[in-house]
């Protein structure tokens, strides 16, 4: 019954008018974000990390997890859409999507997107409800070896296990440490890398980081080389779903689910296996009549499973984040920033420490997926004239928010230039196809785990046997081991069979 | 993709070698960093050198793909391979004068500079002609977005951004 009157608590707070509107401000502006293309909730958050100076916190993170899972339902629209693959989470809507758009049914597929994320966003949710409390009080038992396993456990599932190149993806994981060591050491105050600029003594600003690689890199992208690529757009169709389609998303819904949900509770991060699997998933499950439509005319379920699953993950995503302090993608990672803004340290004092803040974040996940139900089924259409805004304006527009989110957060013009140089940077990464999740899990994640790293060592007395003289810690770095290992004997035995 | 140019893979091995660069860097950096570990038996100079150590690696590994067949496992890169330098250098120099003029000219009009700016190359990129007609639309543009922005970040959220005036509303 304890979790369910501090989830009252919760509600009471998450429910004054001031909060409701900063749910419903974030969601529409992540539903915005989600449709605009070149620009997502990691960037969005990022931009808006200012406000953590005046706003205050249950405040800001309610606006922020609204920005967060809002973009998600703006996606998928995109990506049904308009004939051009978004970020990866929606890559496999897209494949279904646009089929069923092509053949006149682009409603039904908004529909069983949005309603879709609806449900998996919903039992997600409760599924953080009634678990964070738990792994909370298992986390407290935990100390710095484990801490620093889970850590590196997240690194290397991020870096080495879910992009497309190990080399690069490490490459990417260790420039954002060394981005992360730019400032004072925490525990000895020891300046490192700060070359005599005084600026660089507070480090970093994670915003400077995640605004220039994403927005200002996007930007220069696109001036570079998307002049001339036109995009297509898809005709609208009425938003609405027939009995069959109803009959046919349920189940993909519910199975999307249930994938999705443990993948956000694993400290590995990552939308693309869970929505890859839902939409093999589905492909396996449909009845020979309709398994004909997948990539011909567009399979619903092949929308729905998919959708349902990256809403899960995403939302059971918070679980390791509010309980371990371990961000997983790029956008927990700038959540966790904002957190630390405010010099909350996520992890399982949380629960504990700013139980008031926590519920109400939980109890604004409720609240905010009925405002993206409504915002997105019978205002769809409002968003949809997003996609028409032109695209210089569009990337020029960005730039002047890029300046916002980098200047205000320090008011130094020198972090202007700094955010030229990283989105130079960010730009090179993009062409050469460097990962930048790794970037800003490390650079956000690095210290802490440094921290831990010391501390884990000093319990040890020095020795780094205390990794293998702890059940727990020795337990993560069998599964890092296997983590890198097993994917990779499975690949050599295949191509060898 | 397999259908990459060898002119591309003479790129690729720069950017290995940048990275290896930045790792020598990195481990330049740490020589002046004392190790002071106390009881940790690490000091504040463990992980500079882990991460120096990794990317010089990292950097080997990229130069070597690059020298036997190009980068592995490439995305397939959105848009034109060939890239629109001019484009670039109209984005770069509305960037770049931004981070110069902001606290001299204030955020409103910054803004608006690096908004025109960064329009006309991304309109030159796209192949419009971009006559007189689109500077105007474009500078009209830019103040119509930085301002509502200024105001509603000074004003309602109390973030400090640079004006012209002291009058808070430019």
């Known amino acids: 019954m304890d979790i369910w009157n501090q989830l009252m608590q919760g509600f009471a707070t998450a429910g004054t008018p001031v909060n409701l509107l900063w749910a419903f401000v974030g969601c529409a502006m992540g539903t915005a974000v989600g449709v605009l293309p070149g620009i997502g909730p990691a960037t969005a958050v990022a931009m808006l990390l200012p406000i953590t100076a005046k706003v205050e916190a249950t405040a800001s993170m309610i606006f922020f997890a609204g920005i967060y899972y809002g973009a998600m339902y703006g996606g998928s629209t995109t990506s049904i859409l308009l004939n051009t693959p978004g970020e990866t989470a929606s890559m496999v809507t897209a494949m279904e999507g646009n ?399 | 993709m397999p259908s990459s140019s060898s002119p591309s893979h003479g790129l690729q091995t720069l950017v290995g070698l940048g990275v290896g660069l930045v790792g020598v860097g990195m481990a330049l950096g740490a020589l002046s960093i004392p190790s002071a570990s106390g009881y940790a038996g690490v000091g504040p100079n463990f992980l500079p050198w882990v991460v120096a150590a990794a990317l010089m690696l990292c950097g080997g590994f990229m130069v070597r793909e690059a020298r036997s067949g190009g980068f592995r496992n490439m995305e397939d890169a959105v848009g034109s391979d060939r890239p629109y330098w001019p484009g670039f250098v109209w984005m770069s120099a509305g960037l770049l004068a931004n981070a110069a003029l902001i606290t001299t000219i204030g955020f409103i009009l910054s803004c608006a500079l690096c908004f025109v700016l960064a329009a006309r190359g991304l309109r030159l990129a796209a192949g419009e002609d971009g006559g007189p007609r689109s500077w105007v639309t474009d500078t009209v543009t830019g103040l119509l977005i930085a301002s509502p922005v200024y105001w509603m970040f000074t004003k309602f959220l109390a973030i400090s951004l640079p004006g012209l005036t002291q009058s808070g509303w430019l």
């Open chain 1, 99 to 497: 089929k069923m758009a092509k053949s006149g049914r682009a409603g039904a597929a908004l529909a069983t997107a949005a309603i879709g994320s609806f449900v998996a966003g919903t039992i997600a949710t409760v599924l953080v409800t009634l678990f964070a409390p738990v792994v909370a009080d298992f986390a407290v038992k935990l100390g710095p070896p484990e801490y620093f396993m889970l850590m590196l456990l997240a690194f290397t599932t991020v870096s080495a296990v879910l992009g497309q190149s190990t080399v690069r993806g490490l490459t990417a994981l260790f420039v954002g440490l060394a981005a992360g060591l730019v400032g004072l050491d925490q525990i000895t105050g020891q300046a490192r890398y700060t070359g005599g600029v005084p600026e660089l003594l507070d480090g970093v600003e994670i915003v400077l980081v995640a605004v220039g690689l994403f927005a200002v890199a996007e930007a220069l992208h696109a001036v570079l080389f998307e002049g001339r690529v036109v995009e297509t757009a898809n005709k609208m169709s009425r938003v609405t779903m027939s009995a069959s389609d109803w009959r046919r998303s349920i189940p993909a819904w519910l199975r999307g689910t249930a994938i999705g949900a443990p993948f956000g509770c694993i400290p590995a991060g990552g939308t693309e296996i869970p929505t890859f699997l839902s939409y093999a998933t589905e492909k396996k499950l449909a009845k020979p009549e309709h398994r004909a439509e997948f990539g011909t005319r567009g399979a619903i379920e092949g929308v729905a499973g998919p959708e349902a699953a990256n809403n899960a993950t995403v939302t059971a995503a918070l679980i390791p984040l509010l309980t371990l302090g371990i961000p997983t993608s790029n956008t927990t990672a700038i959540l966790l920033g904002a957190f630390q803004n405010y010099g909350i340290q996520p992890g399982p004092q949380l629960f504990s420490s700013a139980s008031a803040l926590v519920w109400a974040l939980i109890a604004s996940l409720y609240i905010g997926n009925v405002m993206l139900l409504v915002l997105n089924l019978p205002l769809v259409g409002l968003w949809v004239k997003l996609l028409k805004v032109p695209k210089p304006q569009l990337y020029a527009g960005i730039l002047i928010f890029a300046t916002v989110g980098a200047y205000g957060m320090r008011q130094s013009a020198f972090d202007l230039f700094l955010l030229y140089a990283i989105g130079v940077l960010g730009l090179i990464m993009r062409r050469f196809s460097f990962p930048t999740a790794p970037v800003v899990v490390g650079m956000i994640l690095g210290p802490l785990a440094e921290a831990q790293l010391r501390n884990a060592i000093s319990i040890g007395e020095g020795s780094a046997m205390v990794f293998l003289q702890r059940p727990m810690s020795l337990t993560l770095l069998v599964v890092i081991v296997a983590v890198l290992v097993v994917p990779r004997w499975l690949k050599a035995r295949r191509s060898a069979a």
